[in-house]
């Protein structure tokens, strides 16, 4: 008996690759088996314990009620071992894994040298970093696809989540050297019912920011213009096509370069706050301590 419960702990893997894709043909392409090896090893699980684990819905392979409860329980199982790895293993030069979230302008401005720094300290350790909206991060970190989250946003507040906020993360608006407005002392926020505005894309925190700043002066801009990338969000203010509310850390040098002009904004204090999130129920690993020290060093925050 003890044989075949060591036995299972591929099946699980494999059990668990099926639930997420819904399909035992990508499954075994994801763990390098055949598709016959696939379906025997969730066979042998459903032989085990006695039922039936997934069912065909359309061109899907979906969980049964079992299947959902097996799940919960490969999870914590496969979640644990993780753990037990983590704390056995030599900590000069780790060769687990680290999942990192962070938002496209944290990502690009400002997390970088952390993540150097880290991979200098392991350079066995697979980090992962993958940049999302702040609302996907959280729900990333509550549901275990990040170890790790580092936002761009108001103060989070749950029950569920350690916060750390790190520093205050200015927001100013911004135009091209050649809009009107660059000889302009002061702009105020009736000023943007005569102006396009370039957005980022529902749900990024300041894009929200501006928005509700807007309706509390029931102003409804000229036009807007909306872009999930910062990259590009810059280079159409650049090019004269609007104004746009960003984070200061990620226009730093088109400001310094000239390409982009700062505008004097009378609700200039606007602001969010650069955080780390984890779960409170999240074993910190050696790396995961590591990577908070790093960022969190006195030295790099401005309250």
Not at 156 to 184: C, G
């Amino acid at each position: 008996m003890a044989t075949e419960v060591f036995m299972d702990l591929n099946y699980f893997y494999t059990f668990k690759e099926v639930a997420k894709w819904g399909s035992f043909t990508r499954a075994g392409k994801e763990l390098g088996y055949a598709q016959s090896s696939v379906t025997t090893q969730v066979k042998k699980l459903e032989d085990q314990y006695k039922v039936r684990l997934f069912e065909r819905s359309g061109q899907k392979m979906v969980l049964t009620q079992s299947g959902e409860d097996l799940l919960f329980y490969v999870d914590k199982i496969l979640s644990l071992l993780k753990e037990a790895s983590e704390r056995l293993t030599d900590e000069r030069n780790l060769r687990g894994s680290i999942r990192i979230g962070t938002v496209e302008s944290l990502a690009a401005y400002f997390i970088t040298p952390y993540i150097k720094a880290l991979k200098d300290q392991h350079p066995s350790l697979k980090i992962m970093l993958e940049a999302g909206l702040c609302p996907n991060l959280v729900q990333g970190i509550l549901e275990g696809k990040f170890d790790i989250a580092v936002l761009l946003d108001r103060i989070q507040s749950s029950n569920d989540l350690e916060v750390i906020p790190i520093r205050k993360e200015q927001m100013v608006m911004v135009a091209s050297p050649k809009h009107e407005w660059s000889t302009k002392n002061s702009v105020a926020a009736g000023d943007l019912k005569h102006e396009t505005i370039i957005l980022t894309e529902e749900g990024c925190p300041y894009r929200t920011l501006l928005e509700q700043l807007l309706a509390e002066h029931s102003i409804q801009p000229q036009s807007v213009i909306s872009f999930s990338s910062l990259e590009a969000i810059k280079q159409c203010v650049a090019d004269d096509l609007g104004v746009a509310l960003v984070p200061e850390i990620a226009v730093q040098r088109e400001l310094a370069s000239g390409k982009l002009q700062r505008i004097p904004f009378e609700d200039d204090s606007i602001h969010l706050y650069s955080q780390i999130i984890y779960s409170k129920k999240k074993y910190l690993s050696t790396p995961i301590r590591q990577f908070i020290e790093l960022v969190n060093d006195t030295d790099h925050q401005n309250n």
